[in-house]
């Protein structure tokens, strides 16, 4: 062997013997992993849940082991989150990671009293965690909402609540908001954010026992000093069509035939445009809503201008309903503060209280909607609609 050759030997038996490799790290097998939190608040203590995720449920989102449990969740009190969360330590045997945590659930009590403030804080200090946390609000159990599985045993990384975009293609109902939305819509007027209400639905089975998923059922409003409380079912529909980011919804309408009693309709490519109108420093607000829609299935003859004007008027309904309900918890549900705000801020300074406007009934003066395209779809029967 030459001499170069034992020489370059020797180097890179020096270099490897260097080589400091990563030595304190801990390997992944050997870690458990944060999906989500839930946070409740009962006599003067916060009780924190930790979902842990099982990995050996996600090699394949399509199907899970059926072996192994997809989750695990844990619970402890204290005076802080961060109190509660070293006590879940301390009955631990692995490091726990947290940058897969994907949703906080807060349940009514730990909203009240600024108690949520708190919560939130500690989590966008927290330097393994990420913005991108989705927030959620429920009254039911918070353990119970964390069991909850994804139909067909799906991975529990395909949970609804862990990806609530999945599902606005067809039903964009309530807005998902994350941390530094929701940091955001605190600290910008009308200092108010709308959080998705979930609920258990109990609507699904197999053939050997019955399944439950979550739903998004209305909005809990939080504001920088206190908890407004809910805007449930029917009542919070308005929300959907006030909304730039709502991709697909539907809508019932009564029809005055004999036929056919209701109909409904999808709504697609909603635009909104509320234009602040000032007058002697009052603030009123003009609706503009534009969008497309589409018919899935009707019977006997139905006129272009009938789906107009019953649409029309159902959408109106639904945005006042919700309108007045967020006037009875005073809050400014369409966060109609922010308008004026970003329209004539002089104006905003002048009549705003506590970060916001006054608002009555007549607040909205009027909402104009212009339906751009109704589409019959397929032409399977005779009948279709006239224009």
Not at 37 to 63: C, M, P, R, S, W
Not at 84 to 91: E, G, M, T, V
Not at 355 to 375: A, C, F, M, Q, V
């Amino acid at each position: 062997m030459s001499r170069k050759n034992i020489a370059m030997m020797i180097f890179m038996l020096v270099a490897t013997l260097l080589l400091t490799g990563c030595w304190d790290v801990t390997e992944p097998q050997r870690m458990y992993y944060v999906r989500g939190v839930g946070v409740d608040y009962e006599d003067n203590e916060y009780i924190t849940y930790l979902q842990i995720i099982n990995f050996a449920t996600v090699a394949k989102t399509e199907q899970a082991n059926p072996d192994a449990a997809p989750t695990e969740i844990g619970q402890a009190r204290g005076k802080t989150v961060e109190e509660a969360i070293y006590k879940l330590y301390r009955s631990m045997d692995q490091d726990v990671f947290w940058g897969h945590m994907t949703f906080l659930l807060f349940s009514e009590k730990a909203l009240q009293n600024e108690h949520a403030i708190s919560v939130i804080d500690t989590f966008l200090r927290f330097r393994e965690t990420r913005y991108h946390i989705w927030v959620y609000c429920t009254q039911d159990p918070i353990e119970d909402v964390l069991l909850v599985s994804p139909l067909l045993k799906r991975s529990p990384t395909a949970a609804k609540l862990s990806n609530p975009k999945n599902i606005a293609e067809q039903n964009s109902f309530v807005d998902p908001i994350n941390l530094r939305q929701l940091v955001i819509g605190l600290n910008e007027p009308s200092y108010e954010i709308s959080i998705p209400y979930v609920t258990i639905n109990k609507n699904w089975e197999t053939e050997q026992e019955d399944t439950t998923e979550t739903s998004f059922s209305g909005v809990g409003v939080l504001s920088k000093d206190s908890f407004k409380g809910f805007i449930k079912g029917q009542a919070a529909r308005g929300i959907e069509w006030m909304s730039d980011e709502t991709n697909q919804a539907e809508v019932t309408v009564q029809l005055n035939n004999d036929e056919q009693d209701h109909l409904t309709v999808d709504i697609k490519k909603l635009s909104v445009n509320v234009k602040p109108i000032v007058h002697n420093n009052q603030a009123a607000f003009d609706v503009l809503l534009k969008f497309n829609v589409v018919l899935n299935g009707f019977k006997g003859k139905l006129s272009s201008d009938e789906v107009r004007e019953k649409v029309s008027a159902e959408i109106k309904k639904e945005i006042m309903d919700t309108f007045k309900k967020g006037l009875e918890m005073d809050t400014d549900v369409f966060r109609l503060s922010e308008y004026l705000y970003r329209n004539n801020v002089k104006v905003w300074k002048k009549v705003e209280q506590d970060g916001k406007i006054p608002l009555t009934e007549d607040s909205i003066r009027k909402i104009d909607i212009h339906i751009n395209k109704i589409s019959p779809g397929r032409k399977t029967f005779a009948e279709t609609i006239e224009e």
